[in-house]
């Protein structure tokens, strides 16, 4: 049975448990974008179903693949449900999955990760209100030991801090610093979600980061450390070194930013510390392509957000004293 668009929504979730003297409703829409990762989205659908959790559907937004993935779904299996849509980014994915939703819960997987055993039992256990959204920790993994380097990327992550109850004590600085909070772990109300709104699909990366931005300002974070996201590192991930991904970064710290400007002033400026490192490094990226003008023009931002920065001010002149060179020089 092939399961697509028209689909109506899975009607076999069961809507309420006895959870201690409270009837609560524990039934969850785990949604998984997928972009020409066959080779991969059935693990990660295993991994959900092999929860042992009733009252969940799986539901696989196909953004537009051209590799075979659509085939995979043509047998129908159940707790799951295969919605195709034209490639539209993993925002647009994930934003179609939320509106074909059907559970009190939301969750989400990237179609490359899994979700270690008891995963989701361990925040069901947790009365999820409309006020509360929950996290927890992630380990990572490699397939390929041509990959192994990627896990150097693992150093550089901060962790949320917490009280004695795993609630953390200042999400908004929390985002705002770049602590780490993954999607792939994260439980909400559907309601609650609806209500933070919508992923921005104009945004190639940090669209999840955007989000949570938003959701601080209103929400309480829950903080499990316990890795129960496994994330794959491997070569095919998008890039968060291109030019689109770092103009996408960009505008998600200058959002950070200006939320943040009269509710939190402190996470104000250190997100402005993280814009002024992100400008810097489009500058580098633009100057090794010979794009001075350009290069200065985001070092002159730079250094307008860090004003004491001596380093940033010499690439700056190193910058723009290039941009007035003969443009023969570069060919």
Same mark, same amino acid.
């Given at each position: 049975?092939?399961?697509?668009?028209?689909?109506?929504?899975?009607?076999?979730?069961?809507?309420?448990?006895?959870?201690?003297?409270?009837?609560?409703?524990?039934?969850?829409?785990?949604?998984?974008?997928?972009?020409?990762?066959?080779?991969?989205?059935?693990?990660?659908?295993?991994?959900?179903?092999?929860?042992?959790?009733?009252?969940?559907?799986?539901?696989?937004?196909?953004?537009?693949? &051209?590799?075979?993935?659509?085939?995979?779904?043509?047998?129908?299996?159940?707790?799951?449900?295969?919605?195709?849509?034209?490639?539209?980014?993993?925002?647009?994915?994930?934003?179609?999955?939320?509106?074909?939703?059907?559970?009190?819960?939301?969750?989400?997987?990237?179609?490359?990760? =899994?979700?270690?055993?008891?995963?989701?039992?361990?925040?069901?256990?947790?009365?999820?209100?409309?006020?509360?959204?929950?996290?927890?920790?992630?380990?990572?993994?490699?397939?390929?030991?041509?990959? &192994?380097?990627?896990?150097?990327?693992?150093?550089?992550?901060?962790?949320?801090?917490?009280?004695?109850?795993?609630?953390?004590?200042?999400?908004?600085?929390?985002?705002?610093?770049?602590?780490?909070?993954? =999607?792939?772990?994260?439980?909400?109300?559907?309601?609650?979600?609806?209500?933070?709104?919508?992923?921005?699909?104009? =945004?190639?990366?940090?669209?999840?980061?955007?989000?949570?931005?938003?959701?601080?300002?209103? *929400?309480?974070?829950?903080?499990?450390?316990?890795?129960?996201?496994?994330?794959?590192?491997?070569?095919?991930?998008?890039?968060?070194?291109?030019?689109?991904?770092?103009?996408? =970064?960009? &505008?998600?710290?200058?959002?950070?930013?200006?939320?943040?400007? @009269?509710?939190?002033?402190?996470?104000? @400026?250190?997100?402005?510390?993280?814009?002024?490192?992100?400008?810097?490094?489009?500058?580098?990226?633009?100057?090794? /392509?010979?794009?001075?003008?350009?290069?200065? /023009?985001?070092?002159?931002?730079?250094?307008?957000?860090?004003?004491?920065?001596?380093?940033?001010?010499? *690439?700056?002149?190193?910058?723009?004293?290039?941009?007035?060179?003969? @443009?023969?020089?570069?060919?």
């Amino acid at each position: 049975m092939f399961i697509d668009n028209d689909q109506s929504h899975n009607a076999g979730l069961e809507p309420k448990e006895s959870f201690g003297s409270i009837a609560v409703d524990r039934t969850v829409s785990v949604i998984i974008p997928t972009f020409n990762r066959g080779q991969l989205v059935m693990a990660a659908v295993e991994s959900v179903l092999s929860q042992g959790i009733s009252g969940v559907e799986v539901i696989v937004v196909d953004d537009g693949s &051209t590799d075979g993935t659509r085939e995979l779904f043509q047998e129908h299996r159940p707790g799951v449900r295969y919605v195709y849509q034209p490639n539209g980014g993993v925002s647009a994915a994930r934003n179609r999955g939320v509106v074909e939703s059907s559970a009190k819960l939301i969750a989400f997987l990237d179609s490359d990760d =899994l979700w270690a055993p008891g995963k989701l039992r361990a925040q069901l256990d947790h009365v999820i209100s409309d006020g509360v959204v929950s996290f927890q920790g992630v380990g990572w993994f490699v397939d390929a030991d041509a990959d &192994t380097f990627l896990l150097k990327q693992v150093s550089q992550v901060i962790w949320p801090r917490v009280d004695a109850d795993g609630f953390v004590v200042d999400a908004v600085l929390d985002v705002a610093e770049g602590r780490y909070f993954h =999607l792939g772990t994260m439980l909400c109300t559907r309601a609650a979600f609806l209500e933070v709104g919508f992923f921005d699909p104009g =945004l190639s990366m940090g669209e999840d980061e955007d989000w949570f931005s938003r959701a601080s300002l209103t *929400k309480r974070f829950h903080y499990d450390s316990r890795p129960l996201l496994q994330r794959r590192f491997h070569s095919n991930q998008t890039p968060n070194d291109s030019e689109k991904s770092l103009r996408s =970064l960009k &505008t998600v710290f200058e959002r950070i930013v200006d939320r943040t400007a @009269r509710e939190h002033k402190r996470a104000s @400026r250190v997100a402005c510390k993280r814009l002024a490192a992100k400008c810097s490094h489009l500058a580098n990226y633009l100057d090794a /392509r010979h794009r001075s003008g350009e290069a200065s /023009r985001e070092m002159v931002r730079a250094y307008s957000l860090t004003p004491f920065n001596v380093l940033r001010l010499m *690439k700056l002149l190193l910058f723009a004293g290039r941009s007035y060179l003969p @443009r023969r020089h570069y060919s």
